[in-house]
């Protein structure tokens, strides 16, 4: 029905809309043009016009008083002042006249033609000053003049230039119909370009509407591609971002049933297969044996289901966290103590080289923290490992490391060792969960938890915030 509603309702399509954009734009620049260029366009041609007679007068005015000055006294080989006045207006392309004064104000033409129009505005003006410009309406016709003031011994004379704008208005109206004919071409013209220009963008953001439907429906292999540099091109990127955390998402989400399902899946079969063991064994020492074997699995399902459990939290966010000053050397001493006898029980050891070092966390889940790191540490070793619990401050950052003479990880082992069910080669016991779960836990404390591996021996080290306003006590 989409397709239906789009064409009964054309407006409701984004191509529409940036035509009739790209329309509304032209129409607008076509009528200010209309309204203020042509006109403006009018007044800068009389302007000019009459700027261009003014220049005429002042630059020709004494060589035409010369010339004229002859033709009245008569010098041999002149021309009369008739001739003069008419080569004056062509040299200056006006029409030229002269006046002279007589009495108090009053203008009589000395030259033939006689000017158009009895005493213009300008020659009296010019009477009083030096040249005078502007515009005037002779027999119907506006014309440009100018004109100035002219002694010839002892008589006063005023010479009148003219020039029809009957050119100019032509030139106007000339370009008002150029303009409305290229408005009539440009008009289509844009709306055409601004279709094809519409439906290219369109045509992109349709094809961003598919990828997002493929990613809806869960089809997350198909890279989301466009080459534009502009929003778009931004918007499809950030889109194959999120497609690509998407797919690991789901890729890590997959993994995880697959390795808790195999993890939940060998305690339960074993503890099923010593179970049937048990119903035909006699020998009270075998008994004894799976029994024993069975208590271990029961413990290993029991850890692996508490770790569950706290991934579940986590990710839930319902991990209640009280965050205070703690003295990391105090945890350090106490999870020593804590894990002795299972040290010894491996033959290994665990000391503590702690300096007071107060920092800001929950010391629950620091603790929980520190014996996830110890445990690994003594699970993940050689028999006889020496396992060393450090802690420091300095530089606003309070740390709490776990230290061993174990072999170091290998690098691509090394990358993935905070992974959820991340286990390397040969890594025996456990579900792989622990420093996952202690890593999101040093995160949610502002802190986190890296493996170094620059010294002389590995080690994983909890960095906190330092509590600042609680110095810790002087060592004794």
Known sequence: MDWLVDRVFPFRRLTVWLGLLVLAVALITVVLAAVLVLPSLRGDLVDERVASVARSAEQSAPTFASNFADALAGSGGSADANAVTAAYGALTDTEAYVFQRIGAGRLVPVTEPVARGASPAAARAAIEAGVQRGTATV??????????????????????????????????????????????????????IGALAAALLTRRLRRLERASSRIAAGTLDAPIADRGRDEIGDLAQALDRMRNELAATDAARRAFVANASHELRTPVFALSGFMELLEDEEDPARRDQYLATMADQVGRLTRLATDLLDLSRLDSGKVPLDI????LSAVAARVASDLAAVARARGAIVDVAADPAMALGDETRIGQIARALVDNALKHNPDGVHVRI?????????????????????????????????????????????????????????????????????????????DAGNPPPPSD
């Open 390 to 466: 450090a802690t420091r401050a300095g530089g606003g950052i309070a740390s709490l490391a776990v230290e061993d003479s174990g072999p170091r990880i290998p690098e691509d082992e090394a990358r993935a060792v905070f992974g959820r069910f991340a286990r390397g080669q040969g890594a025996g016991e456990g579900s792989g969960l622990g420093l996952a779960i202690a890593s999101e836990l040093a995160e949610r404390m502002g802190g986190r938890l890296v493996l170094d591996q620059t010294g002389e021996r590995k080690a994983f080290r909890l960095d906190l915030a330092e």
């Open 324 to 327: 205070e000053p703690v003295e």
């Open 139 to 192: 027999n119907g016709t506006e014309v440009a003049e100018a004109a100035y003031a002219m002694r010839i011994g002892d008589a006063a004379y005023v010479v009148l230039l003219q020039s029809s704008l009957a050119d100019v208005d032509a030139a106007v109206r000339l370009t008002v119909r150029r303009s409305l004919i290229g408005a009539l071409i440009a008009l289509p013209l844009a709306v055409l």
